[in-house]
């Protein structure tokens, strides 16, 4: 099936500063990709649409000035968590769909768990 | 889309079928249900998906009801590495779908 990587896998950070998150669609054109985010015993919870070439769509309740996103080529997306906090401690996680792949139309990245002292 | 209902944890032996329901009972006419699962602290992984008939692949089955208000995923011989969060989601399907949005899913227990 399709791959999808994340970089980096793991990041710990000061209180304050800013992380980005990169997400890579590895042997496939992705034009729309997703990101999540998921806090411990928790499901996954979607924050954002990120659009090749165009702005994001955020889901309610998802600051987009915390959550820059950026969709600067089809197999590229970046996530950076603005002025991060130990609240945004959590695991993000983004997909893509593949649609040239039958069957399988979205591949998830293997996540990227942030923690913010 | 419409809403899932799955039950939150359940226990199956090594070996042994695991049988996992989910209620969809609002459904649309044009709308799949697909089933990921997610290993810990893993991105989650694609298993299957259907719009009315039973369907298999190498990883599971899916039996849906003919009303199609809910479904049943099956593992047929589950193994210790089946041990995951299993999340049904019901949404229109291919690329006029869009993104997936998760319920709290059903942690499946494989034990020896």
């Known amino acids: 099936g399709a791959v999808v990587s994340q970089h980096p896998s793991w990041v710990i950070c000061k209180s304050g500063t800013s992380v980005k998150i990169e997400c890579r669609s590895l042997?496939?054109?992705?034009?729309?990709m997703f990101w999540y985010r998921q806090f411990p015993k928790q499901s996954l919870m979607l924050m954002a649409t990120?659009?090749?070439?165009?702005?994001?769509?955020?889901e309610q309740g998802v600051e987009k000035d915390k959550f820059l996103i950026n969709h600067a080529s089809l197999t590229l997306s970046t996530l950076t968590v603005t002025s991060a906090h130990p609240e945004d401690s959590s695991f993000y996680i983004c997909?893509?769909?593949?649609?040239?792949?039958?069957?399988?139309?979205?591949?998830f990245g293997p996540g990227t768990r942030l923690t913010v002292l | 889309d419409a809403k899932t209902t799955q039950p939150p944890s359940m226990d199956c032996a090594e070996g042994r079928a695991a049988n996992l329901p989910c209620n969809h009972s609002?459904?649309?006419?044009?709308?799949?249900v697909y089933w990921y699962r997610q290993i810990h602290s893993q991105g989650p992984q694609y298993i299957i998906h259907?719009?009315?008939n039973n369907e298999t692949n190498e990883m599971a089955s899916l039996i849906i009801t003919e009303d199609r208000k809910s479904s049943t995923l099956i593992l047929p011989h589950a193994t210790l590495r089946d041990t995951a969060v299993y999340y049904c989601?019901?949404?229109?399907?291919?690329?006029?779908?869009?993104?997936?949005?998760f319920g709290q899913g059903t942690e499946l227990s494989v034990k020896p």
């Open positions: 997909s893509a769909p593949a649609w040239d792949y039958s069957n399988n139309e979205q591949f």
């Open positions: 042997d496939f054109q992705a034009t729309t």
């Open positions: 990120s659009n090749e070439g165009s702005k994001a769509t955020y």
């Open positions: 609002t459904i649309s006419g044009n709308e799949y």
């Open positions: 259907g719009l009315k």
């Open positions: 989601i019901v949404r229109v399907g291919g690329n006029q779908g869009g993104k997936l949005i």
